[in-house]
């Protein structure tokens, strides 16, 4: 047969074997980040290679299923209401707690923005919705206000990067559906002061959601190893709905989130039912059609197989490996750490008070040359770390390297001031 030249360029026009498909997609990733040797913090969480076999032999099993019809595939909704009722009880959500699982934190911030848009519209005639954020707030919120139309109202944080909760008082009113305050916020790593988002929320009879992608599987247990954490969960009365991403430090692989909401009433408002259609009466509970089945069993699989004692154990590691960057980063001149994050977020900045100043995207390249991967971010610019197990072992190493670097690029100024979170292509 003889194809069309665009197609001919593209796939191959034979098949190719299996070992060789393999070896291609191998060669491929040698450019990739050495994440299973500890050196990027964040992306990947490693647990351990016990945690990886449950989750690789949970994905080969659940690798076609399709959870789009738990009719089809009862066990897939078992699992997601097993998960979730976990996600509910570390996060102490009352009986009523009701939730779904999501492919990742940003689908658990749509789900939830759209749950309080809804309900502004359904019980308060809200058509030109507001929402409230801080600053530090995931860029997710701005992706679900330009989705769903909703105007954003931001606010400032305070000097410890706290959000701003009297700035916040300023700018709710009549048409505010949603107040978001973040457990612990991406940038700095501190937590919002939730109490008093909640009650500006109630005061105008908003949503109030708690952002707690990163914090969801960390600070449960930093509680109960006798950490001081400010209270952030269900436990605040005026907190509607929580996003808690269970492939961060939950240690599941990536795809798998879960969005609660304080009983189903509020859960309603995030669903979608169509029954006005030739292909039959259609309903899904979050933002996808078709979903895989492979990261809820992931899910599932890891949060069974670490427990309570493996999660604690994790979250000791992680917790020891912050304390000790944070330590050791105080230690050298000319970088410190800004903020007083207490958990697994460390961000990294110069030290105005020392001259020459310390260009950190300069010393982001130094450590990159060295196999260390950072996020850049800014205002201001400073070099972000998600810690967790995966840097186990190697802290002592990189606190070497990093003095050695900031020695180094002391007085060099990088070119290249991007600052890339995500990327488009
Ligand atoms: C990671 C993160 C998100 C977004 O989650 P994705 O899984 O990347 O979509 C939202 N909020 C916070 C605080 C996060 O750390």
């Known amino acids: 047969m003889k194809l069309p030249k665009q197609l001919a360029k593209q796939l191959?026009?034979?098949g190719r074997p299996v070992d060789e498909v393999i070896a291609a997609l191998e060669a491929k990733r040698s450019g990739d980040v050495k994440?299973?040797?500890g050196r990027a913090f964040?992306?990947?969480?490693?647990?351990?290679p016990e945690v990886h076999a449950v989750a690789e032999r949970a994905a080969r099993l659940y690798l076609h299923e399709n959870a789009l019809n738990?009719?089809?595939?009862?066990?897939?909704?078992?699992?997601?209401?097993?998960v979730v009722g976990w996600t509910a009880g570390l996060l102490n959500g009352p009986e009523s707690t009701a939730g779904f699982l999501t492919s990742g934190g940003t689908e658990s911030i749509l789900c939830g923005v759209l749950a309080a848009r809804e309900r502004g519209h359904r019980e308060r005639g809200i058509t030109a919705p507001e929402m409230v954020l801080p600053e530090s707030a995931h860029a997710a919120f701005h992706k679900a206000a330009h989705l769903f139309g909703i105007r954003v109202r931001k606010t400032p944080v305070r000097a410890d990067w706290t959000a701003d909760v009297d700035a916040m008082a300023d700018s709710v009113n009549a048409n505010t559906v949603l107040v978001v305050g973040s457990a612990p916020q991406y940038p700095q790593g501190v937590i919002d002061p939730i109490p008093d988002i909640a009650a500006v929320a109630a005061r105008v009879g908003a949503n109030c959601h708690v952002d707690a992608c990163m914090g969801g599987f960390v600070l449960p247990f930093a509680e109960l190893l006798g950490r001081q954490v400010p209270p952030w969960d269900f436990r605040v009365e005026g907190v509607h709905s929580i996003s808690a991403d269970v492939h961060k430090l939950g240690y599941a692989p990536k795809g798998v989130s879960v969005i609660l909401h304080r009983d189903k009433h509020l859960r309603a408002y995030q669903t979608f039912v169509f029954d006005d259609w030739l292909g039959g009466f259609y309903a899904s509970p979050n933002l996808q059609g078709t979903r895989s089945g492979l990261p809820m069993a992931c899910a599932w699989a890891v949060m069974q197989h670490l427990g309570i004692d493996g999660y604690l154990r994790l979250t000791q590691a992680t917790?020891?490996?912050a304390d000790r960057m944070r330590a050791g980063i105080a230690a050298i001149e000319g970088i410190r750490v800004l903020g007083d994050g207490r958990y697994h977020l460390i961000a990294m900045a110069a030290d105005p008070a020392v001259e020459p100043a310390v260009d950190v995207f300069?010393?982001?390249?130094a450590l990159l040359e060295r196999g260390w991967f950072h996020d850049r971010q800014g205002p201001p610019d400073s070099l972000h770390s998600t810690v967790s197990n995966s840097n186990t072992g190697v802290i002592d190493r990189y606190l070497a390297d990093l003095a050695?670097?900031?020695?180094r690029v002391r007085g060099r100024r990088a070119d290249d001031r991007s600052t890339n979170y995500a990327t488009l292509e």
């Open 70 to 82: 738990t009719k089809a595939f009862p066990s897939l909704g078992e699992i997601q209401s097993e």
């Open 35 to 37: 994440w299973s040797e």
């Open 42 to 48: 964040g992306m990947v969480y490693n647990g351990g």
């Open 12 to 14: 191959p026009k034979q």
């Open 362 to 365: 300069a010393l982001g390249d």
């Open 404 to 407: 050695e670097c900031v020695a």
């Open 319 to 321: 917790l020891d490996n």
